[in-house]
C-alpha cells in the first residue's frame, strides 16, 4: 500500500470503469464492505466507475466524520443528491 495508509491518487476518467479489487484500492474501503454497501443500497449495483469512487469516498468521510451507522449515511447521501441536483437547476436557470 502507500505511506499512511492514505488512498492512493488516481486520474478520473469519465468512461473508466474499475474492478472491485481497484476500488477497493483507489478508495482504501475493503471489498467486502464495498459489497455490503451495495447489499444496504448505498451504491448502485452498476460498475464501478468515478461516481461510485467519489460515492465510497464520500461514504468514508461521513462514516468517520458523523459516526452514523448504514441508515443514517442513506438519508445523508439521499439529502446531498437532493441538494447538489438542486443547485445544478440553479446555475441552469440563471
Known amino acids: 500500500m502507500n ?6 491518487l488516481y ?11 481497484t ?3 483507489i478508495t482504501g474501503v475493503s471489498s467486502q464492505t464495498i459489497l455490503h ?3 444496504h443500497g448505498l451504491l448502485q449495483p452498476a460498475a ?4 461510485a469512487v467519489h460515492t465510497l469516498r464520500r461514504i ?17 447521501l439521499d439529502l ?3 441538494v447538489e441536483r438542486l443547485q445544478q437547476e440553479l446555475r ?3
Not at 505511506?3 to 492512493?8: A, E, I, S, T
Not at 468521510?61 to 445523508?76: M, W
Open 11 to 21: 486520474d478520473p476518467d469519465e468512461q473508466a470503469t474499475y474492478t472491485l479489487e
Open 80 to 82: 446531498l443528491d437532493q
Open 92 to 94: 441552469t436557470k440563471r
Open 60 to 76: 468514508d468521510y461521513l462514516r468517520s466524520t458523523c459516526e452514523a451507522n448504514l441508515s443514517g449515511l442513506k438519508l445523508i
Open 23 to 25: 476500488v477497493a484500492e
Open 48 to 51: 464501478f466507475d468515478d461516481e
Open 37 to 39: 454497501y451495495q447489499e
Open 3 to 8: 505511506p499512511g495508509n492514505d488512498p492512493p
